[in-house]
């Protein structure tokens, strides 16, 4: 299964407990286009969707430049669900 990890642009910190060596510069920090393709798809089964904490779901879309304020953590999940699972 795939590994999250949400960055904050600002301070160059994770999600998941591991820092960048030196902060970047505030203009260095952002996208000029806002978006940026992620190397790998999320390989999440419906069950993982099912259980996934908000916070998690929401890093999730926004890695893939999808809105993460759509709603409550169901509607979050769903929404994920629809974009992300072949079915």
């Not at 806002?34 to 998690?56: A, I, N, S, T, V």
Request: glycine residues 8%.
């Amino acid at each position: 299964m795939g590994q999250i990890v949400c960055s904050n642009y600002e301070t160059g910190s994770k999600v998941n407990g591991h820092h960048q060596d030196t902060p970047k510069k505030e203009s260095e920090n952002k996208n000029t286009c806002g978006f940026q393709m992620p190397l790998h798809y999320p390989r999440y089964k419906k069950e993982d969707y099912e259980k996934m904490p908000e916070w998690k779901l929401d890093c999730l879309l926004k890695e893939y430049g999808l809105p993460a304020n759509i709603g409550d953590v169901n509607q979050k999940r769903k929404f994920a669900m629809g974009a992300f699972l072949w079915t």
